[in-house]
């Protein structure tokens, strides 16, 4: 009895697995941040295909959607995105043809096909008032080009009918490509005092552990709104803080002191776009409907520092 319970076991474990491989998934924006992260990841649970930009040309929805069409994926994972915030200010329709032009030809094709799609959007949907996290049915108020066609791609995706799983993040990093986070700490080791925006709170959160997360419940039944990103909260001003800190004790060559860092108030560097002074985002959705409690966000900057003094 103890051998066939075993080998049924064996069985049922090797017939999860040929149904997992069997999943269709298609990348899109294959050469950003979180692509970038996603595709070893996506690459273990399904059978992948990642298109970048040479591939799925996003300035035309409409052959996009005939190219996802012939491709017929089980699922669709857009981490392609216009993210130059400042820019967008002069390019609005730029903006809203790759933000919300495309994520709307991506979930009618989703519903014509019965798939589903998973799609990234932003903090910047809110207006940053108040000090209290956002909760994923906070009312929307964009203050800015960029979170008004991430929002209306939100809302075309929502309305849409198809499966959809829609992660909002914020203050992303990853050990490749421009962030934050590289800036700062290169920086540190050219100048002798920084200045750093002190009066806008978030949480820096690590692609990897996005892409880890996305992996994890790409397979799941459950559809809709979530927030997704690393535990904490703080300032710019704290994060560059954090991040110089962790570099001088890990042997980087850092010249500016931590008393050298000054907090100074988002109107010391002006901006064509408006940023939200409040970018908290309550993850507890994400925790009760996956079990997923995100890590604190200091634990990916360090992983980061060790990746990048190799």
Same mark, same amino acid.
């Given at each position: ?142 203050? $800015?080009?960029?979170?008004? &066609? +991430? @929002?209306?791609?939100?809302?075309? *995706? #929502? ?6 799983? /829609? ?111 409040? $970018?908290?985002?309550?993850? &507890? +959705? @994400?925790?009760?409907?996956?079990? *997923? #409690? ?6 990916? /900057? ?9």
């Amino acid at each position: 009895m103890g051998r066939r319970r075993d080998q049924r076991r064996v069985q049922k474990l090797d017939d999860d697995a040929t149904r997992v491989n069997r999943m269709k998934i298609l990348l899109l924006g294959k050469d950003g941040q979180l692509g970038r992260e996603l595709q070893p990841r996506l690459g273990k649970v399904g059978l992948l295909t990642a298109w970048g930009r040479l591939d799925a040309d996003f300035l035309n929805p409409l052959k996009l959607r005939d190219l996802v069409l012939a491709a017929q994926p089980d699922v669709i994972v857009n981490a392609a995105a216009y993210t130059a915030v400042d820019q967008a200010e002069s390019e609005p329709a730029l903006a809203h043809t790759i933000n919300a032009a495309a994520p709307a030809i991506l979930a009618q094709v989703t519903l014509d096909m019965g798939c589903k799609l998973i799609h990234y959007s932003t903090d910047y949907v809110f207006d940053g008032s108040g000090d209290a996290p956002w909760a994923e049915t906070s009312p929307a108020a964009p203050l $800015s080009v960029y979170g008004k &066609s +991430k @929002l209306a791609g939100e809302e075309s *995706i #929502t309305a849409s009918g198809c499966k959809y799983f /829609i992660f909002r993040t914020s203050w992303v990093y990853a050990k490749e490509g421009s962030n934050f986070a590289k800036t700062m700490l290169r920086l540190a080791c050219e100048r002798n005092a920084l200045s750093v925006i002190d009066d806008q709170i978030g949480a820096p959160t690590d692609a990897a552990w996005l892409a880890d997360m996305t992996a994890q419940v790409i397979g799941s039944s459950a559809s809709g709104v979530f927030h997704a990103v690393n535990a904490g909260e703080v300032s710019w001003h704290g994060y560059a803080s954090h991040l110089i800190a962790r570099a001088r004790d890990m042997g980087f060559p850092i010249k500016v002191s931590l008393e050298a860092i000054a907090a100074v108030a988002s109107e010391a560097f002006p901006t064509a776009a408006k940023r939200p002074r409040n $970018s908290r985002l309550d993850c &507890s +959705k @994400l925790t009760t409907t996956f079990g *997923i #409690t995100p890590p604190p966000w200091q634990r990916g /900057i360090d992983q980061l520092l060790e990746h990048l003094r190799l």
